[in-house]
């Protein structure tokens, strides 16, 4: 489009986000610049005031605006139980599913001799202080099941080993299947048929 240069780059950014291709970026931004009062600007306003307060939780590594997420500040929640997730897309998922009240860990990737991310690059040695300073008794290992997730979870695993129950999700999640795009019901029969490592 000529002279509407703002326009283009904001096609251009909004194309970029996952699940939006050129043509779903002008849909969208056309369908912005209609409702502009409605959408736009309370768009524009929360995004501005998420781009000073969105940060990691220091506790767990969900995306929060406060130092510590709704998650980990609830006390009911300290039950014991800490699911092992590895990435906040995955954490959403499974609280999605409504079904489990413990409390989380976001790993922030898995392990890859290949890309050279080791436990160092990832949030193990934060997992393995948690164990222990927050009393886990079980830990649940939600990773994806594809070669590096399984990977992943075997470290952990060997790592925990006689330290606390280790358990992993069960039926429900297919080889190559990523939490983030499972439906509630499948992530429930995965989480209620957890096995043990």
């Not at 590594?61 to 699911?83: A, K, V």
């Not at 997992?127 to 222990?132: A, D, Q, T």
């Not at 997730?149 to 069960?170: P, R, W």
Request: hydrophobic share 40%.
């Amino acid at each position: 489009m000529k002279n509407n240069r703002e326009l283009d780059v904001l096609i251009e950014l909004m194309a970029k986000l996952p699940g939006l291709g050129p043509r779903s970026a002008r849909r969208a931004v056309l369908h912005l610049i209609r409702k502009r009062n409605s959408l736009l600007l309370p768009i524009a306003d929360m995004l501005s005031n998420l781009s000073e307060t969105a940060q990691e939780c220091l506790n767990c590594g969900n995306i929060t605006t406060t130092d510590l997420c709704e998650i980990c500040s609830d006390q009911d929640r300290g039950n014991g139980e800490l699911c092992i997730v590895e990435d906040v897309s995955d954490l959403w998922a499974m609280e999605r599913a409504n079904i489990f009240k413990g409390r989380y860990h976001v790993l922030g990737g898995t392990l890859s001799a290949l890309d050279a991310v080791g436990p160092e690059e990832l949030r193990i040695p934060k997992l393995l202080n948690r164990v222990v300073s927050e009393d886990i008794t079980e830990v649940i290992l939600a990773l994806n099941a594809t070669i590096e997730g399984q990977t992943t979870a075997h470290y952990i695993s060997e790592q925990l080993e006689h330290t606390v129950k280790v358990t992993s999700l069960a039926q429900g999640v297919p080889i190559g299947g990523e939490l983030d795009y499972l439906d509630e019901g499948t992530i429930m029969a995965a989480l209620k048929a957890r096995r043990q490592i």
